[in-house]
């Protein structure tokens, strides 16, 4: 329990070019952000992931110098820069609002960061027009942000951020504000963008699925503090517990009580019913432990044969209700001791027929290893 | 037909309320400046009305049009009147430049305020305007005055040894009419600072931009058009200011206002009086219309 909390805290990476050492902000009494240490590797593309009020944007706004940690250090490229002010520090970040000087031209806007720099006139002139082709703006130059459409806006507000050559860029809810198609589109120029130029890029966002794509890394924020930190796949598929199970995808969470423990893992038995799963477990659990025993829909397979095999959960029950996409099908399934199961499986076969259908009696099966043991 | 009668309604409705300010302005405005205007072309004779008829009836058509230029070559001549509307523009333009620079920073904090003081400090702003406005004068005229609150207090506390003469000086004045035309400059420029988005303040420090080239760079262009609006409010009637440097103002302080009354009530030469103020409009519209052009260019270019 303790470890799964400070495990980030303990072991500081060596080659962390990004390094937060118990960051904390408080509003009053509210604690915005608690005692945060996060290390990023040079050129990682890190997103923090939380809903709303969970203190992603203070922790940005920390990092970018616009609000003041009550205590903590921030390094950044073995400079501690905790004390620098915003306009002194390495980092740039692309506002939520994308926040475009209204009476300043697109040029002018991408210019400012330079010009601020006292560079020479020649030389800003060269890196605009740079920035404006790599951002497919060339014909923008001498348009005023208000005549521009959203994806144009985010695209002057990247190419602002981009033109110093940051350590650091920092992105709020960068796709938000982008309509769906346009936002598919846009984060994979981002990602292509980051890999030509391989700044270190940290992203906030709400959004899950724009976490999951974009970033090499995640860490899901709650109330504060970092609640998981791993790759996208670590994340999705060993949540550490109900928050981050729920937050990320879909899940199944069954509530159990474990009965034995082996060395391949624990089994348990579900409560109000008769079925026993078996589980791997790195966690430590002993017996009688309540637990959550979580499964992802994709993970279970649904037959109207009882299926055989080692190490496999099974559960009859009756299909309730059927969602069909095309490519894939959503089935949620009442089983005999009374669980609502969520399943979704690929439409392999050709057909115009289901192969299961409404209130037809199936058997759910998975295997041992897909079963997440959640202690909390 | 139910629909066009609806349509015709509509129209007839819009064009009364368009109509209603239009034909109010025309009535007590351009018909009583065409009148004076008039006036400004006649000579000035005692009786009743006191000057001449433009149009002598009696006479053939060629020589009906009796108008003389004689008023306005007389403004020229003399230099009472050039001199009071010289001090009348560096009067209203100093109050109008220290009306910014108190103004500003005022606005800006309430518009950074949270909402529940902000209404507060707007109340504060708009409160005098409850009392009499001669009766604020009246009350600096007590300020200001040799044996007035100021002097009185100075000479207790003993920094002098005799009274100030601050009362009918061009510094009361300048006192009376920054007073009370602030609230005309806070107000449009606190309008137009309330909408600025703070990302921006954010975006421009956050790209290398000190505090006050934030201020400069951003800011303050944004916050152009209040300035200029807040300007023209106090500008305007400054300019045209009486009441003020009468009571307060000396024998230096003769505003074209004043000089312009005289002319009516103490000379009786309504013509000559025409004359000054038709040149007096000519020096207020015109920043009128340079403030309405950069606000047509500004709208094109955005």
Known sequence: ?376 | MATKQQTFGDLLWRRIVIWVPYTWLLLFFLVPFAIVFKISFSDPIVAQPPFTALFDHTQNLLNRFQGTLNNYLFLLDDNLYWVSYLRSIKIASISTVLCLLLGYPMAYYIAQSPPTRRNILLMLIILPFWTSFLLRVYAWMGILSTNGIINSALLWIGIIDEPLQMLYTNFAVYIGIVYTYLPFMILPLYANLERLDLDLHDAAADLGAKPLQVFWDIILPISLPGIVAGSLLVFIPAMGEFVIPSLLGGLDSLMIGRTLYDEFFVNRDWPLASAVATILLLILVLPIMLFQRMQVSGRSSD
């Open chain 1, 1 to 376: 329990m303790v470890d799964s909390k400070n495990n980030f805290a303990t072991t500081p990476d060596p080659q962390a070019f990004v390094q937060i050492q118990s960051l904390s902000k408080d509003f009053d009494e509210f604690k915005a952000v608690d005692q945060v240490n996060l290390d990023i590797r040079k050129g990682e593309l890190f997103a923090i992931l939380g809903g709303s009020g969970c203190g992603k944007s203070t922790l940005l706004r920390m990092l970018a110098g616009l609000e003041t940690p009550t205590s903590g250090r921030i390094i950044v490229d073995g400079d501690d820069i905790t004390d620098w002010p915003a306009y002194d520090r390495p980092i740039n970040m692309m506002f939520q609002s994308y926040a475009l000087f209204p009476h300043m031209t697109v040029e002018k806007n991408i210019a400012y960061g330079l010009r601020k720099q006292g560079i020479e006139r020649s030389e800003i002139d060269r890196r605009v027009q740079r920035m404006l082709e790599l951002v497919q703006l060339g014909g923008f130059a001498k348009r005023k942000p208000n005549r521009l459409s959203g994806g144009e806006k985010q695209r002057v507000a990247l190419a602002r951020a981009l033109i110093k050559n940051p350590k650091l860029l920092l992105l709020d809810e960068p796709l938000a504000a982008l309509d769906k198609k346009l936002r598919e589109q846009t984060q994979f120029e981002l990602m292509n963008l980051q890999d030509e130029l391989g700044i270190t890029f940290i992203v906030v966002t709400h959004d899950q699925e724009e976490a999951m794509t974009l970033a090499t890394r995640i860490a899901v924020m709650k109330e504060g503090q970092f609640v998981q930190t791993g790759t996208p796949a670590q994340i999705y598929e060993y949540p550490k517990n109900r928050f981050v199970a729920n937050f990320i995808g879909t899940i199944n969470i069954f509530d159990a009580t474990v009965v034995e423990l082996d060395d391949s893992g624990l089994t348990a038995k579900l409560d109000h019913s008769e079925i026993l799963m078996k589980a791997h477990t790195d966690s430590a659990a002993s017996t009688g432990d309540k637990v959550g025993i979580a499964v992802r829909p994709e993970k279970i397979s649904i037959s109207k044969q009882l299926p055989m095999g080692e190490n496999i959960t099974t559960a009859k029950g009756v299909v309730l209700d059927l969602a069909y996409y095309g490519n894939y099908s959503i089935y949620r399934v009442k089983t005999e001791s009374g669980l609502m199961v969520q399943v979704s499986a690929q439409n392999r076969q050709r057909s115009s027929e289901h192969v299961v259908e409404w209130d037809d009696e199936v058997y759910l099966s998975w295997e041992q290893g897909s079963s997440i043991v959640l202690l909390e």
